[in-house]
């Protein structure tokens, strides 16, 4: 089964610092691999997906990698503001059974200001 | 063209009460999918949905749950007897085939 894990569970930076959250997947066998951020109370806005046949993904000041050989993934955020506080959600969908995605429990980023 | 709707986006229910939280998938998506997120944990499957079909319910508990996605309007989660372990937050997504998955705001079932 797959299991899906992020490290740290929570980081605190200061604004203008880059940064990197770090998730893990213990079967390679995925479709594709989705970031998330969640703020406090609200729904997921999808931040980037990267097709299992790809590398890395860009989007603004956001840049995730894939090596799916060695199961991790990592989302890269420049430049820090403290409007990028929320939760930071990956999650998997693998190549078997139905289309569906296993989550990590998330990276909860403060930016202090 | 607007997003994945969820409503009610909170819900009280008693104990022995039935909750039902409904979703609208975006324009054109036809494939609905159910997951709940209880208090520190991850968001974790419960059913996946096409009209009229449930193609994958492995995540849903056995009993009280039921899911359904009719020809015509929203999709239903329906939780019977409802218990105070049921307290969580209810994420619908869609998405068209097999792509990205937009998901909604989330019904926040809070059980007395």
């Known amino acids: 089964k797959q299991e899906v894990t992020q490290i740290p569970a929570a980081l605190s930076v200061p604004e203008g610092e880059n940064l990197v959250l770090n998730c893990s997947f213990t079967d390679s066998a995925i479709y594709n691999l989705q970031w998330f951020r969640q703020d406090p109370g609200k729904g997921l806005t999808s931040l980037l997906l990267i097709q299992s046949s790809q590398r890395e993904q860009t989007s603004g000041r956001l840049n995730a990698s894939l090596d799916k050989s060695s199961g991790r993934s990592t989302l890269y955020i420049a430049a820090s503001q403290p409007g990028d506080s929320a939760t930071y959600l990956c999650?998997?969908?693998?190549?078997?059974?139905?289309?569906?995605?296993?989550f990590g429990t998330g990276t909860r980023l403060t930016v202090i200001p | 063209n607007a997003g994945v709707m969820q409503n009610p986006r909170h819900l009280v229910r008693r104990r022995g009460q039935e909750a039902r939280l409904r979703c609208s998938p975006m324009?054109?998506?036809?494939?609905v999918y159910w997951y709940r997120q209880l208090p520190e944990e991850g968001l974790k499957f419960m059913v996946y949905?096409?009209?009229?079909?449930?193609?994958?319910e492995s995540g849903m508990p056995k009993e009280r749950f039921s899911a359904e996605f009719p020809k015509e309007g929203p999709s239903i989660l329906r939780i019977q007897q409802v218990v105070r372990g049921d307290s969580a937050a209810y994420f619908c997504?869609?998405?068209?085939?097999?792509?990205?998955?937009?998901f909604g705001p989330g019904t926040r079932l809070t059980v007395l």
């Open positions: 324009k054109g998506h036809s494939h």
């Open positions: 949905l096409q009209k009229e079909n449930i193609i994958d």
């Open positions: 997504a869609s998405s068209l085939g097999v792509l990205e998955k937009f």
């Open positions: 999650a998997v969908r693998p190549v078997s059974g139905a289309n569906n995605l296993f």
